[in-house]
């Protein structure tokens, strides 16, 4: 069992709360994504002892196999690579389930774990009935492709969403990249990897000063490539921006992140950005989440109906890294052609949003 930095000890006399449980998701998702990442790059451990009653059972149910000729071409290895996805995705949550089992917890319930059956769709709507029983859940959800991290081992191909819900407590979230697990809630935030457990975080960027050449933006802004370097000469299309986000924004020094807004169950990036030190800036709005509650608030709404994420946001240490990108991106999209750099007016063209007033100086 990992040894997590939270209150509790996982028994009836300290349970765990709902940051624990997020957690023990979280290194338990890590530790699983490692262990089947290596074991398909590499091959299984030749080293792993296997019981006579192991052995036998795989040679019966080879023998109980009907006989199917091998099949090839592409169909064959597309099939090949998406069944390795779903197989990962299963050796993730039967990790999470044994963990979450094996200890006590808050609501003096097992949580259920959704993430390797179903439709996404399906999985938010056993998600709020779960809510509106008060009942404990946590989701684990792929974003971006897990096949394709497995196929080419690309680090910011693929990462895990994380949200949890423990009645009477609010909306945790942790996201979990092939090297790192990232968790964020009202109190603080933490980052864990498999070299150095779980650390604290003071709500700060990791990397003190920010490189202004770089920008993470979605792999469907590309073909406006030439135009944005003329802003950024290191623009960074990511097929994943969540796992872009989580290691290169959080974990490194690029400044800014424009996100285009996935499935309620895939956002656990907005806050757990926000806890290590980023602000979020709602697109079409220009509405701003600065605050680790408002951020759990926002997403938690959205987990239950009552509202709807936004269709793009950016990710960045400061305003200025988020009106700076903005303005390229709409000069990539747009005719008028207007410098980023250049100063901005004391009134903002978001509705009349006044992003220099005293909060945001």
């Not at 009942?135 to 910011?156: E, F, H, N, Y």
């Not at 609010?170 to 109190?187: E, G, K, N, R």
């Amino acid at each position: 069992m990992d040894i997590t930095p939270f209150d509790g000890n996982g028994t009836t006399d300290a349970p765990y709360g709902a940051d624990a449980v997020t957690g023990l998701t979280a290194s338990a998702s890590l530790r699983a994504l490692d262990a089947f990442g290596r074991t398909n790059l590499h091959g299984p451990d030749v080293d792993t002892v296997t019981s006579e009653a192991e052995t036998l059972g795989k040679v019966l149910r080879l023998h109980e196999m009907p006989y199917e000729p091998p099949s090839y071409g592409a169909p064959q290895q597309q099939a090949y690579w998406e069944e390795a996805a779903h197989a990962c995705m299963r050796m993730v949550t039967d990790q999470v389930r044994a963990v979450l089992a094996d200890v006590v917890n808050a609501s003096g319930q097992t949580p259920t774990v959704l993430g390797d059956t179903g439709t996404l769709d399906e999985r938010l709507a056993q998600f709020r009935a779960h809510v509106r029983a008060e009942k404990p859940v946590v989701s684990v959800s792929v974003t971006g492709s897990m096949s394709t991290w497995l196929a080419t081992q690309d680090r910011m191909a693929m990462s895990l969403s994380i949200l949890t819900y423990i009645p009477g407590r609010p909306c945790y979230s942790a996201q979990v990249t092939p090297d790192a697990a990232l968790l964020s809630d009202c109190a603080g935030s933490w980052r864990m990897t498999l070299a150095d457990g779980w650390r604290g975080m003071d709500g700060l960027p990791l990397v003190v000063e920010s490189h202004p050449s770089y920008v993470v933006l979605p792999r469907a802004l590309e073909d406006r490539a030439p135009e944005l370097r003329k802003h950024y000469s290191e623009p960074i299309f990511a097929r994943d921006t969540s796992s872009a986000i989580a290691q290169a924004v959080l974990g490194g020094a690029v400044p800014t992140a424009v996100h285009m807004t996935e499935h309620v169950l895939n956002s656990a990036i907005i806050p757990v950005a926000i806890g290590h030190g980023m602000i979020v800036v709602l697109q079409d709005s220009g509405e701003i989440i600065e605050k680790p509650w408002a951020a759990s608030k926002y997403l938690f709404k959205a987990l239950k109906g009552e509202s709807e994420c936004a269709e793009g946001l950016v990710v960045a240490r400061r305003l200025l890294d988020a009106r700076r990108v903005l303005r390229a991106v709409k000069n990539a999209t747009a005719p008028e052609q207007i410098d980023p750099l250049t100063p901005f007016d004391d009134v903002d063209e978001y509705d009349g949003y006044d992003f220099d007033g005293p909060d945001h100086a």
